[in-house]
């Protein structure tokens, strides 16, 4: 069975590079009839934040990538950890290191130089006493050789040996490190592929030789490069690199900001809208590119638009109480949403024209007005509030026929002479939807009084 996770850390909030990696461990999952886990890497007590998890898992719910089994928390599998450092060091493959902050910081100067290195940094390595100071526990990595990695998106990798490589497994404190948990998490869970971002590259070969250790099969790697701004740079906060659940408050579908992420690196011929089931059914991480993606904004907005344009205005409606509109009951739902949905890329976008109509203005535009405002538009407007009282008018068509065929040709007019000074009554200025759209919406009597108002300013 293959099986994959995504295992974030609870220091920050979830970002689209995460998500990113998480949706393509899930894809190849579901592909496979496999099983998509979740594990919490929270071992660094001190910079856990609870809400970040929350975040986490509120972000999954958000997408609807729902993983299988319960989540796993590294803060509460300590004890497993120290089991498995002990065995290392019962079996010879660890050890006590003695040496002090202060000279591995002058080890470390020395190398960054390029100097000759005051001391072998495995000094401790075949130390068999025991010293009362403070210690963390090496890793006794092989003296030479190279590692050779078969990575499924970057090929052929190979790592030379390096006295570096008896690397600190657990710290002075107990606590284990990061490349120690993750082979034993990832073993005891049962992974068979990890696919994540290839700044872990360097990661991986140490966790190669944990897994060699103990003996332990190692993983199929496939390890995707970075998202990259518009420039090629790295992605920050202000190109888009931001928690999750900022996208909905800005008003994205998560089936788009999905659609958008597994197009950054990966394709399927020049087909641009995928739904889940053909994410599911095409995606191959052999078919990921080695080279860095690059973040678009206009193309997650016209993604978001279509998949906007193709969501039921009920649902539609639903969504939109998030933004402070509320229209479920509003009797021209049908025709409200058919002529926004068009004009707006976000839902965001959407409920700002929405209030737009639906609230009478408070201020018009003066541009407009010295424009279209002329000496007998006061004549006209109360006319045309005169003629439509008496009428029945309920859709679109019924505006537009008693406009364009009744009132503008009985009262000798042009279309610009009373069609510009309904807009600012209704809206304050001359822009927005379709003209007897928007009168069918807002019905004959809120027009009236939205013509009324301007007639008495």
Same mark, same amino acid.
């Given at each position: 069975?293959?099986?994959?996770?995504?295992?974030?850390?609870?220091?920050?909030?979830?970002?689209?590079?995460?998500?990113?990696?998480?949706?393509? !461990?899930?894809?190849?999952?579901?592909?496979?009839?496999?099983?998509?886990?979740?594990?919490?890497?929270?071992?660094?007590?001190?910079?856990?934040? *609870?809400?970040?998890?929350?975040?986490?898992?509120?972000?999954?719910?958000?997408?609807?990538?729902?993983?299988?089994?319960?989540?796993?928390?590294?803060?509460?599998?300590?004890?497993?950890?120290?089991?498995?450092?002990?065995?290392?060091?019962?079996?010879?493959?660890?050890?006590?290191?003695?040496?002090?902050?202060?000279?591995?910081?002058?080890?470390?100067?020395?190398?960054?130089?390029? #100097?000759?290195? &005051?001391?072998?940094?495995?000094?401790?390595?075949?130390?068999?006493?025991?010293?009362?100071?403070?210690?963390? +526990?090496?890793?006794?990595?092989?003296?030479?050789?190279? /590692?050779?990695?078969?990575?499924?998106?970057?090929?052929?990798?190979?790592?030379? +040996?390096?006295?570096?490589?008896?690397?600190?497994?657990?710290?002075?404190?107990?606590?284990?490190?990061?490349?120690?948990?993750?082979?034993?998490?990832?073993?005891?869970?049962?992974?068979?592929?990890?696919?994540?971002?290839?700044?872990?590259?360097?990661?991986?070969?140490?966790?190669?030789?944990?897994?060699?250790?103990?003996?332990?099969?190692? &993983?199929?790697?496939?390890?995707?490069?970075?998202?990259?701004?518009?420039?090629?740079?790295?992605?920050?906060?202000?190109?888009?690199?931001?928690?999750?659940?900022?996208?909905?408050?800005?008003?994205?579908?998560?089936?788009?900001?999905?659609?958008?992420?597994?197009?950054?690196?990966?394709?399927?011929?020049?087909?641009?809208?995928?739904?889940?089931?053909?994410?599911?059914?095409?995606?191959?991480?052999?078919?990921?590119?080695?080279?860095?993606?690059?973040?678009?904004?206009?193309?997650?907005?016209?993604?978001?638009?279509?998949?906007?344009?193709?969501?039921?205005? #009920?649902?539609?409606?639903?969504?939109?109480?998030?933004?402070?509109?509320?229209?479920?009951?509003?009797?021209?739902?049908?025709?409200?949403?058919?002529?926004?949905?068009?004009?707006?890329?976000?839902?965001?976008?959407?409920?700002?024209?929405?209030?737009?109509?639906?609230?009478?203005?408070?201020?018009?535009?003066?541009?407009?007005?010295?424009?279209?405002?002329?000496?007998?538009?006061?004549? !006209?407007?109360?006319?045309?509030?005169?003629? +439509?009282?008496?009428? *029945? /008018?309920?859709? &679109?068509?019924?505006?537009?026929?008693?406009?364009?065929?009744?009132?503008? &040709?009985?009262?000798?007019? #042009?279309?610009?002479?009373?069609?510009?000074?309904?807009?600012?009554?209704?809206?304050?200025?001359?822009?927005?939807?379709?003209?007897?759209?928007?009168?069918?919406?807002?019905?004959?009597?809120?027009?009236?009084?939205?013509?009324?108002?301007?007639?008495?300013?």
């Amino acid at each position: 069975m293959v099986i994959t996770r995504f295992a974030p850390s609870p220091t920050g909030y979830l970002h689209i590079g995460g998500l990113r990696t998480a949706l393509l !461990n899930y894809l190849w999952a579901k592909k496979n009839d496999g099983k998509f886990r979740l594990r919490i890497e929270d071992t660094d007590l001190a910079r856990n934040k *609870e809400e970040a998890v929350k975040a986490i898992l509120e972000a999954f719910k958000w997408v609807g990538m729902n993983w299988d089994d319960e989540v796993v928390y590294q803060s509460e599998r300590f004890d497993i950890y120290k089991k498995y450092v002990n065995e290392l060091l019962e079996k010879g493959l660890a050890y006590k290191c003695y040496l002090t902050s202060e000279e591995l910081k002058e080890y470390r100067e020395a190398v960054q130089a390029g #100097k000759e290195a &005051p001391f072998d940094v495995r000094k401790y390595r075949d130390f068999e006493g025991e010293l009362d100071k403070d210690f963390v +526990i090496r890793f006794k990595a092989p003296m030479s050789g190279e /590692l050779v990695l078969e990575d499924g998106v970057k090929g052929k990798v190979v790592h030379q +040996i390096q006295p570096s490589d008896d690397f600190v497994i657990a710290r002075s404190s107990g606590v284990p490190t990061y490349n120690f948990v993750v082979v034993v998490d990832d073993h005891e869970m049962g992974m068979t592929e990890i696919i994540r971002g290839d700044d872990h590259l360097t990661n991986t070969f140490k966790q190669m030789l944990i897994y060699q250790a103990f003996g332990w099969d190692i &993983p199929k790697f496939y390890h995707v490069p970075m998202i990259h701004n518009e420039k090629g740079k790295k992605l920050s906060k202000r190109d888009g690199a931001v928690d999750v659940m900022e996208y909905k408050k800005d008003g994205y579908l998560p089936q788009a900001l999905l659609n958008f992420l597994i197009r950054l690196g990966w394709s399927y011929g020049d087909q641009e809208i995928f739904s889940m089931e053909e994410m599911i059914n095409l995606f191959n991480p052999n078919d990921i590119n080695s080279a860095p993606s690059r973040y678009n904004l206009e193309k997650l907005n016209w993604l978001n638009h279509h998949y906007i344009k193709n969501t039921p205005n #009920k649902e539609l409606a639903k969504l939109l109480k998030d933004f402070d509109v509320e229209i479920e009951n509003h009797d021209k739902l049908e025709i409200l949403l058919d002529e926004v949905k068009d004009r707006a890329q976000t839902l965001k976008e959407m409920a700002e024209i929405i209030k737009n109509i639906l609230n009478a203005p408070t201020e018009y535009n003066e541009k407009a007005v010295k424009k279209f405002i002329k000496e007998n538009t006061k004549e !006209n407007l109360s006319k045309f509030v005169e003629f +439509i009282k008496d009428k *029945e /008018l309920h859709l &679109p068509t019924d505006w537009h026929d008693v406009l364009m065929d009744e009132f503008i &040709p009985q009262n000798g007019l #042009k279309p610009k002479d009373i069609m510009p000074p309904l807009r600012i009554c209704m809206n304050g200025d001359t822009k927005g939807i379709d003209l007897s759209a928007l009168l069918a919406i807002l019905g004959k009597e809120e027009v009236i009084n939205r013509i009324n108002k301007f007639l008495a300013i």
